[in-house]
């Protein structure tokens, strides 16, 4: 397994080129800009959650200093 720091260097390396920032903008609207809320069924609500939370970890690491 690679050590956390250096894949988190090769995520950044990735979503900061052009394609990948437009990859990580079509995967934030798909599944960020929409409610992860399914009304009477919270399995699928927390799917959905964990969708959203896999972007916002990118999203995030994106955006973290060196």
Do not use: C
Request: a negative charge; hydrophobic letters at 40%; zero cysteines.
């Amino acid at each position: 397994m690679i050590p956390a720091k250096q894949l988190e260097e090769k995520w950044r390396k990735i979503i900061l080129t052009p394609d990948g920032e437009q990859v990580i903008d079509a995967l934030f609207e798909i599944f960020v800009m929409r409610t992860s809320h399914t009304p009477g069924d919270p399995y699928q609500t927390a799917f959905n959650e964990g969708q959203r939370d896999v972007i916002n970890f990118l999203v995030n690491l994106a955006r973290k200093e060196n």
